[in-house]
């Protein structure tokens, strides 16, 4: 009887070995993933027990992240499966923030990049079901060393903190008189604090005087030219034909404060004033920078695909706006990193980038 229990005791230890020694799977044959899936923001990942870097979302409820299973083949202009389940479907905006914006004005994620197409900017605002927005352009315009812009090549001069050309000068542009008024503005959504287009055609149509200063130098440029204001009417992208009805010479446009304040976060109840000379001089911006952020990954990405950009939190400074406050102080925008969105005035001896905006 002991003989027989040794005997049955080694059938089943082998029949245990035999088991163990089966072919363990792997993590992609588990359905794991090193990517990061942006559906898991809300639900959290899973990570494979045999290798963590290993990944993949858990509760993914596809209803509940808005797909749907009904058949939308017929009217949807494009479907994105549910990555949990892809049975389950929904309709892509035609604009998101955060896509790429096309020189033919189509709009994509960066993971579907189109590389058969010209990327011209990134999507930061939408309305009307994505159907308009605005776009920023992939970085900031330079000029040569006279401070003159050439369009045929915008992000190739030597000097990439060019003189503001609007010191001093006070178009008939609705302005604000305070910084307690232009918070009041952004938050009201006011039409004039959000009117960059209409800003630059008012600003590359006034006629400057007191030219004292001789062609080529820096106060020429300040004082006799709307130098960036002209700039960005005349920018086009590089690989786009000067004529392109859509992202061609004469659509794009010097951003306004409240457009420069939504490229942060549209969340425009965080603006407060400092109290800092007169209550005027510096607004602070307490919200997240959550759109900055967006199109940052999205420069960033393009930008691993050769594609030339320059992140916003890059830029070491100001980005110029062509809103004014005080009557002859423009606005600047902080979107770089750790500077908090603030909005600051600057005058004759600020130098400042600039970027330019499209409205689709």
Request: proline share 4%.
């Amino acid at each position: 009887m002991r003989y027989l229990m040794f005997l049955l005791g080694l059938m089943f230890a082998n029949v245990a070995n035999a088991i163990d020694c089966e072919k363990v799977p792997t993590c992609e044959e588990l359905g794991y993933s090193r990517d990061d899936d942006p559906y898991c923001a809300d639900n959290g990942y899973m990570y494979c027990p045999l290798d963590h870097s290993y990944k993949k979302c858990v509760n993914m409820d596809c209803a509940k992240l808005g797909f749907t299973e009904d058949d939308k083949t017929s009217w949807c202009g494009k479907i994105v499966k549910c990555k949990g389940n892809q049975k389950f479907t929904a309709c892509k905006a035609l604009c998101e923030i955060g896509d790429v914006y096309y020189a033919d004005g189509t709009c994509g994620y960066v993971q579907d990049y189109d590389n058969t197409k010209t990327p011209v900017g990134i999507v930061f605002y939408t309305y009307d079901e994505g159907r308009h927005g605005k776009v920023i352009s992939l970085h900031h315009l330079t000029f040569d060393e006279n401070n003159t812009f050439h369009p045929e090549n915008p992000f190739g001069q030597s000097n990439k903190d060019p003189y503001f050309g609007l010191a001093g000068i006070t178009p008939q542009i609705e302005g604000f008189a305070s910084a307690q008024e232009l918070i009041t503005a952004l938050q009201k959504h006011e039409a004039y604090a959000f009117a960059g287009l209409e800003n630059t055609d008012i600003l590359i149509n006034t006629k400057l005087e007191n030219c004292t200063y001789p062609k080529g130098s820096l106060n020429y440029n300040k004082f006799c030219q709307a130098t960036m204001a002209l700039a960005a009417h005349n920018f086009y992208p590089p690989q786009v034909d000067s004529a392109n009805p859509i992202t061609g010479q004469g659509r794009w446009y010097m951003p306004s404060v409240g457009e420069l304040v939504l490229l942060w976060n549209s969340d425009m109840s965080k603006l407060k004033s400092n109290g800092v000379a007169g209550d005027w001089w510096t607004i602070k911006n307490t919200a997240t920078p959550d759109i900055r952020d967006k199109v940052d990954e999205t420069l960033q990405a393009l930008k691993d695909k050769n594609v030339q950009t320059n992140l916003l939190a890059e830029e070491g400074n100001f980005l110029w706006s062509s809103s004014y406050l005080d009557g002859n102080r423009y606005l600047a925008v902080h979107l770089c990193k750790n500077c908090g969105g603030d909005i600051a005035m600057d005058g004759a001896s600020g130098t400042k980038p600039m970027r330019a905006m499209l409205a689709f």
